[in-house]
Structures are given as structure tokens and as C-alpha cells.
Nanobody
Framework: QLQLVESGGGLVQPGGSLRLSCAASGFSRDYYAIGWFRQAPGKEREGVSCISHSGGSTNYADSVKGRFTISRDNAKNTVYLQMNSLKPEDTAVYYC?????????????????WGQGTQVTVSS
């Protein structure tokens, strides 16, 4: 059974940076695409970024393009989300999720496994 654990969240000032990590355990022989999602209070869940199993293909929400970068190290079973130039509107709980497919997509309904989330707060 696949398990995902997010880490790296915290409090940061506007314009600052954070790197989130998603550590996976319990992988089978199957491959997985990984997505990052976020949900702020009173708002719907938003797909932030995703990466294919090989790392060769990525997608980003328009709101984070040019600021966030997703990457993965399959040898370490870890996916990262580097977040730069953070804005207060980036404040949310961030979740990583796995999809039993090679390719990645941003809609969260297609993902099978979810982590517990890590809080990111951007404030002065």
C-alpha cells in the first residue's frame, strides 16, 4: 500500500521560498505520476503541479508558472516542489498525491493515494 508524507511547510514572508518534499513508501512494481494540490480555507482544492513517472513531463497551474518547480528523484522515492516568490495567496495546506499512470494531470479526481498535507503560510 502506497503511503505519502509531505514535509517542508511553514511560515514564510512574501517573496520568500520553501521547498516541499513528498516521500513515498510501499511502492509496488507499478509506476506513479505525482501531483501537488493545495486547499485554502473557504476555497476548493486546486491542482498546483504534477510530474510524470519518469520526470520527463510536468504541468503547472497558471497561478504558479514561473515561480514553482516540481521535480522527482525516483531513487529516493521523493518528489519536490520548489516554491519561490511566494505570495499571501499561496497560503494553503499542500497535499501530494499519486496516480497509477505514467502521465500526470492536474484534476485531483484521478489520483489514488493522498498524503496528510503540510501547511504553508505566507505572511509578513
Amino acid at each position: 500500500q502506497l503511503q505519502l508524507v509531505e514535509s517542508g511547510g511553514g511560515l514564510v514572508q512574501p517573496g520568500g521560498s520553501l521547498r516541499l518534499s513528498c516521500a513515498a513508501s510501499g511502492f509496488s512494481r507499478d509506476y506513479y505520476a505525482i501531483g501537488w494540490f493545495r486547499q485554502a480555507p473557504g476555497k476548493e482544492r486546486e491542482g498546483v503541479s504534477c510530474i510524470s513517472h519518469s520526470g520527463g513531463s510536468t504541468n503547472y497551474a497558471d497561478s504558479v508558472k514561473g515561480r514553482f518547480t516540481i521535480s522527482r528523484d525516483n531513487a529516493k522515492n521523493t518528489v519536490y516542489l520548489q516554491m519561490n516568490s511566494l505570495k499571501p495567496e499561496d497560503t494553503a495546506v499542500y497535499y501530494c498525491a499519486a496516480r497509477r499512470r505514467w502521465a500526470c494531470v492536474l484534476p485531483g479526481e484521478t489520483y489514488d493515494y493522498w498524503g496528510q498535507g503540510t501547511q504553508v503560510t505566507v505572511s509578513s
